[in-house]
């Protein structure tokens, strides 16, 4: 797989001309209330709305990489051997020491969206949709220690998306609580040394706050960002927009997402799906979130890993980190022939090899 360090220069001019077109058209509202985190109770929402007649379980659009369609575990069969699942609260965390017993470094791996289990899903004795935690496990656990906190007290084989309690659950400030306050008993819990938070696409989109908000994000000595960047969602999907030979379905799907933003708030108070299969609340919930306004203010290391073709979140994204931050110790790879995640044995090893060399290169 071709991949390159850091050149947002190679896409220059046409880069440059979208970002000018968008700054021009952008008119953000966020969501009031911020983060505080408080958590509303499926009782105040009202009656819940008939379920959908139509699933879209595995749709890419929407920061969907719940995972990689197969992984290349060690054991074909199984690419979580010795997990050992943990509950703190109302959460789970699946836990893969290290086999280094002396080892003190430890990677919190967050997925992407989805409406199963962050280990993607289990069925017929099979486990598909991995995510990158199963990835990492393979070439970093003989001396990390990896964890994966579930999104709430998902489990996997069940696919949540006509719960309407999950729909409703399903927002950026819910998630990143449940996230915060699942590792941060975890951690508190053992003794590491030294931290290392991975996202992908959702999972990344949500890294900056998630460190903003742990209790001991000292031990953090670095992340790595992948498929996401800086930009929101509603910012990619006007540069996308403008870029030729994008199929109808990806026309279609980013001109729904950015019609959102004329009534958002209409769209965050509902349950209802979308022609895509997604819901309306979680959508206009992540619509406006900006990682870039929070990455500003983060000073460790930041592996940030992008595909050239990725038609969910725009290269741009990470493109405009690099070049609007350059004097932070962050590190870019783009690769060539990715899209949104890596879909092949040949991607997926050189993918989980450059975040293994990485992570292994900070002291």
């Given amino acids: 797989m071709n991949k390159k360090k850091s050149t947002p220069a190679d896409h220059g001019g046409r880069f440059v001309a979208i970002i000018t077109s968008l700054n021009k058209r952008l ?15 499926w009782s105040d929402f009202g009656p819940a709305p008939k379920a959908a007649s139509f699933l879209l379980f595995c749709t890419l659009f929407f920061f969907s990489c719940t995972g990689f369609e197969k992984s290349v575990p060690i054991d074909t069969n199984n690419p979580y051997p010795n997990m050992v699942t ?38 017929d004795n099979e486990w598909r949709f991995t995510g990158t935690g199963a990835q990492l496990i393979q070439v970093l ?29 399903y927002t950026i400030e819910n998630l990143v609580e449940s996230y915060v306050s699942t590792i941060n008993s975890y951690i508190a819990n053992n003794n590491y040394s030294s931290i290392f938070l991975v996202g992908t696409s959702e999972g990344a989109a949500l890294l900056p706050l998630i460190y903003e908000n742990m209790s001991q994000k000292y031990l953090v000595k670095g992340m790595v960002s992948i498929a996401a960047g800086g930009l929101s969602q509603y910012e990619s999907y006007l540069i996308s927009m403008e870029k030729d030979n994008v199929p109808e379905f990806w026309i279609n799907a980013y001109s729904f997402s950015i019609g959102i933003q004329e009534n958002i708030e209409h769209y965050y108070q509902s349950l209802e799906t979308t022609p895509f299969g997604l819901v309306h609340r979680q959508m206009a919930s992540f619509l406006n979130h900006r990682p870039f306004d ?18 969910n979140i725009a290269v741009e994204s990470t493109e405009y980190i690099e070049m609007n931050l350059p004097d932070k110790p962050f590190e870019y790879i783009y690769y060539e022939e990715m899209g ?17 060399r990485w992570i292994r290169g900070i002291n």
């Fill in 27 to 41: 008119t953000l509202r966020r969501l009031k209330g911020g983060f505080a985190f408080s958590r509303l109770s």
């Fill in 86 to 123: 943990l509950t703190f609260g109302d959460s789970y965390i699946y836990e893969f020491k290290s086999f280094d017993i002396s080892s003190t470094r430890l990677i919190i791996d967050f997925t992407g969206s989805g409406w199963g289990s962050a280990l993607g899903l289990y069925t």
């Fill in 141 to 169: 656990r003989s001396d990390h220690t990896i964890i994966i906190p579930e999104k709430w007290n998902r489990v996997p084989g069940i696919n949540y998306i006509d719960d309407m309690e999950a729909r409703f659950l």
């Fill in 294 to 311: 929070h990455f500003v203010n983060i000073d460790i290391p930041i592996l940030f890993i992008h595909g050239v073709n990725d038609m």
């Fill in 340 to 356: 949104h995640i890596p879909m092949n044995d040949p991607e997926r090893k050189v993918f989980r090899d450059d975040v293994a």
